[in-house]
DNA sequence: TTCACCCGGGTTATCCCATT
DNA sequence: AATGGGATAACCCGGGTGAA
């Protein structure tokens, strides 16, 4: 299905992905106008407990930039020191033309740091730009340079994530482009238009709900027709490619999801998750998620053999299915692992 | 040339913790 | 990397502006 894509604005035209256009789809029987932003984020971590009263700042991307150091003081400092010694040499008559000489020097000197500040900045740029090129040739722990990796890695469609004010909101943008460029610009422009939102009868709503549901079921099948094109097998190796990508270094690394495919088999869990997933669906307790963890950690450690022993079986019994249905789906036997039951746990 | 910032609502990834 | 679920930070989008 070939969408066709008109830009927002012209000028923006260059900064556009496929992100924010409107998407003309022709569904099955009918053709429809719809506004389609896509989401396609790697939503980054949340502060880890250590860095308590350190919130993090709202921001686009990451700032690797903006930490230059004090450098540049030195230099001016080492310019000043040098000028002291010409200065001394000279006679102490004649203060006009030394006076005079002095500021040549002085203008002299600033040309001379500034010459040196740009050339310093296109040597960084440089540096940066052969160190970019050089991961990309690096080749990782799989022997693949990150440019095969992505190869392998293949690129699904992105899902587009909609909802009833995106609709709304790019509706109202696409009405009145210019809108932006008024006064008061997009945030005038989200204000008046999230007011009007929250002006809308229920019925309103629910029709851009509908609307925004529809786009992404569309955009759901489209992506489920893309995965089932290929071999579960090429998904896999994908997927395999995609992991190593997101342990990689490589800038936009958390891109690189695994694709989802509902061929795609499950690892059976281990004997003390299958565990700790019973007492969680059981709810023998309550408390957050990492108390419970450290409860059933306690009690997990204090089972005998044989009370563990159920849960030992019942995972040998899953990784064994798990084998058979890998080999008729992927046509290889699942890679080996370590002993898979440690009922002898050597506590040396 | 690149990118953070401004705004709001909605969505989603990650954190927390144990063990294998 | 997997289990559990609540909390929440960070991200998406638009265009103009100014700083790096």
Sequence with gaps: MLPTQLPLRLAAATRLTTSTTFVARSLLTRRVLVPSFTRLYATPAKPKKGSIGETAKRGRTTKTTSTTGAKPKTTTRKATTKTKEPAKAKQPSKTATLKAAAKQRAVERAAKSKAKKAEQAAKKREREKQKRAKAKAQTTSSGLTVKELKAQALSPPKVASSSAWIVFYAGRVRNNPSAVRGAGGVT????????????????????????????????????KRWVEGHAAEDIRKANVARAQLRRSKIRGAKQYKPIQDERALKKPISAYLRFNKERFQSGQHRGSVPEQAKESGRVWKELGDHEKKDYYEAYEKDLAAYNREYEALYGHPAPKKAATTPKAKTTT
């Design 188 to 223: 005038q422009v989200v204000k008046d238009v999230k007011r009007e939102y929250d002006n809308l009868s229920s019925s309103e709503k629910e029709s851009y709900e509908r609307r925004a549901k529809e786009e992404k079921a569309d955009s759901e099948r489209e992506y």
